[in-house]
């Protein structure tokens, strides 16, 4: 096979790979967009309430919410999906702060092990999946493309959910 023939057949296994990561990114913005207008739900029916909003306020604002995830863009729900996920890659500021938070007296030994289990298992992905070259540059936000970053972040957050991994730890 020559060089054009075989980065075609390259290109064919890059957009299989690609529709599966938009068919699995669809269905985590799904249960996502059901979270957050569950949330928005009960935030609205604890402010009727506390008699901050009327009931007929309730719906306008809740269709408000649907509109606005109908409305995204694919860029715009991946971003929403994997928001502050880069802080957790290698140079990113969670694992700063995890780092800093280990020396300090009193710490919650407990917390750390779940948050030390969620860095190896993301960084068994990294490499996994042969981000490692890129992975500070993806936390740093530096010398990389809007694209590639998101399609990184967004592979291994998947993958991360995956291997039980909580939304709410990957994005906290």
Known sequence: MDGASKSK??????SSRELELQIKIDAEFEEYKKAQLAGALELYEGLVK????????????MEKRRAEFSSMDSY???VSLVNNFHFWWPGGWYRQMLEERKLESGADKAK?????????DLDELIRERGYDSIAENIAKKENI???????????????????????????R
Do not use: C, W
């Open 9 to 14: 057949a390259e290109q064919g296994g890059n």
């Open 50 to 61: 506390a008699d901050s909003l009327r009931q007929e306020e309730v719906e306008p604002k």
């Open 76 to 78: 715009q729900r991946i």
């Open 112 to 120: 750390f092990a779940s948050d030390e289990q969620l860095v190896r």
């Open 145 to 171: 493309d809007r694209e590639t970053r998101l399609n990184a972040l967004a592979d291994v957050y998947l993958g991360m959910r995956e291997k039980g991994h909580a939304r709410t730890d990957l994005v």
